[in-house]
């Protein structure tokens, strides 16, 4: 995170929203969805009221520009898909593409050398070049980056069947319309669609002509995930990264034979996995956002929120909560060493250490 100096705390919720609170006492929370956000501005002076800004993110001024991206850096670090507006990606962190698959595809047990670096880091690359994952030295975490295309209009919302619209009538929507009455609507309707598509087309190939650059285009994305808490897509590179990570440390032979048996299971699945797909560029529903900021309380960067919890940084220590039967605490020191919980009231810890 760039902003760490003027940042006292930050936390992504158990709906992936974002809240982020600086030491001047301002505060900023991002919506789950990444495309709006709202700062409020703590009052210097007692007799003059808070101000407050509710903005896309996108469209984000360069006053507030800087807070905005180190808010988003942290969202797409933890979240499981990532926010990517093309305005707020440096250019240097894009590159044109005129073809990217939506899969990794994993090297083989047999033909899997990996990379196994001074520092302890264990690397397994995707064989297209497509997703590096890296294993961390103490092997209770990891990282993953992934190459993403940039977040665009989502073309594919439409009402649901049955939902009707907001024209509808109930009886329309239960079938109760003549033929020729639903002859009409569905001749409206498919002519509504081809205008539609008309002016996407259109609008596509004013993009392509004056900037064919910028119409696709993508970047690098940073997950950095625990092992206990592993989404089916990382599974089979984790577990060829930790059979490469327990060689190197010259385990005991049953603990390779529970790495070999876990690499098994996660190969079952194959060696292909679907990366992460950026979000939308806009919010289908934005008028369901709802901010946490409690006006009357006059303290509120005293105050800890009452809702769960995923990831939470302050003062360059990240604590995690993983969700499951048994909920998990994790805190990671920033050396590379981890503190994770154990038993059901977690009243014990252990520390792994590199």
Same mark, same amino acid.
């Given at each position: 995170i760039t902003m760490e100096s003027n940042v006292s705390l930050m936390i992504m919720y158990d709906d992936e929203s974002v809240e982020v609170c600086y030491r001047n006492e301002d505060r900023l929370l991002l919506s789950p969805c990444g495309c709006e956000f709202v700062l409020v501005k +703590?009052? &210097? /002076? =007692? =007799? #003059?009221a808070e101000a407050r800004v509710r903005q896309r993110t996108r469209f984000t001024t360069s006053t507030h520009k800087e807070m905005i991206t180190g808010a988003l850096t942290f969202r797409n670090t933890h979240a499981s898909r990532p926010y990517l507006p093309a305005e707020l990606i440096p250019a240097d962190h894009k590159k044109p593409f005129f073809s990217i698959g939506s899969e990794a595809k994993w090297p083989e047990l047999s033909s899997c050398a990996g990379e196994l670096r001074c520092g302890g880091e264990t690397i397994i690359r995707s /064989? /297209?070049? &497509? +997703?590096?994952l890296t294993l961390a030295p103490s092997g209770e975490e990891f990282s993953v980056r992934y190459t993403c295309s940039l977040s665009s209009h989502d073309q594919n919302h439409s009402t649901q069947p049955g939902a009707g619209g907001p024209g509808s009538s109930p009886g329309a929507a239960a079938g109760d319309d003549t033929d020729e009455e639903q002859l009409g609507r569905r001749k409206r309707k498919d002519s509504s669609v081809i205008t539609k598509n008309r002016k996407v087309c259109i609008r596509h190939q004013e993009t392509q002509k004056g900037k064919p650059e910028a119409a696709y285009q993508c970047t690098t994305v940073l997950q950095q995930l625990s092992r206990c808490c592993v989404a089916p897509r990382w599974r089979y590179p984790l577990s060829l990264a930790r059979r490469l990570h327990t060689a190197r440390l010259s385990e005991p032979e049953d603990a390779g034979a529970e790495e070999s048996r876990r690499l098994s299971q996660a190969a079952d699945g194959g060696r292909r996995s679907p990366l992460p797909q950026a979000l939308p560029l806009t919010c289908p529903s934005p008028h369901l956002h709802r901010w946490r900021f409690d006006p009357l309380f006059k303290n509120e960067h005293q105050q800890l929120p009452g809702d769960l919890v995923k990831v939470m940084w302050c003062?360059?220590?990240?604590? &995690?909560? #993983?969700s499951g039967g048994v909920p998990v605490v994790e805190v990671s020191l920033g050396d590379g060493s981890i503190i994770r919980s154990d038993g059901v009231l977690s009243s014990y810890f252990t520390h792994h250490k590199p």
């Open positions: +703590a009052c &210097r /002076e =007692p =007799p #003059l /064989e /297209e070049g &497509r +997703a590096v003062h360059g220590t990240t604590y &995690r909560v #993983l």
